[in-house]
């Protein structure tokens, strides 16, 4: 069932995330389900192969960014730089509220849970070093820790 994607159709359908380089060459290219966000999968092109590990800064549509891939593509030393159609309707979170510019305040939702952060730290690099060796799929780990928003400490973050 998760092939069948009313913008599509109503018939079974999956669809074709391919990374392209500067160079307007594909390095990556794998099928996906219809229904999911490409974001998962965004890591997987850059870790799976060689010519993806040289990428420094990874762009992507609206559909192609989550909170988890900000923060993973950073700790692995990839600029992401996501197009956000609808960017006033999302909310920042930052360390110091009183440094914000006066024109991003209507646009804070809170202060970054640093204690939370410092707490896992162990369980966020081991996440990061997994995703680097190859060991678990990036895709299959950031899917996880978006499916339990709330009963995990690393989804939180």
């Not at 995330?17 to 500067?22: A, G, L």
């Not at 593509?73 to 909310?91: A, V």
């Not at 849970?113 to 707490?119: D, F, N, P, T, V």
Request: no cysteine; aromatic share 8%.
């Amino acid at each position: 069932m998760n092939l069948i994607n009313a913008k599509y159709g109503n018939e079974p359908v999956l669809k074709a995330y391919t990374h392209v380089s500067d160079q307007f060459a594909p390095f990556a290219s794998q099928t996906i389900p219809a229904t999911v966000s490409e974001a998962a999968y965004i890591l997987d092109g850059l870790l799976n192969n060689d010519v993806g590990k040289r990428i420094k800064e990874q762009y992507a549509d609206t559909g192609g960014f989550t909170d988890h891939l900000f923060a993973v593509t950073s700790i692995l030393g990839h600029r992401f730089i996501p197009r956000i159609w609808d960017l006033p309707s999302k909310r920042l979170y930052v360390s110091d509220a009183g440094g914000t510019p006066q024109n991003l305040k209507g646009m804070i939702g809170g202060k970054i849970r640093e204690g939370l952060i410092a707490s896992n730290w162990p369980d966020i690099l081991r996440i990061a070093a997994t995703m680097t060796a190859g060991t678990v799929a990036p895709s299959q780990i950031l899917r996880k820790l978006a499916s339990y928003p709330r009963q995990n400490d690393l989804a939180l973050l």
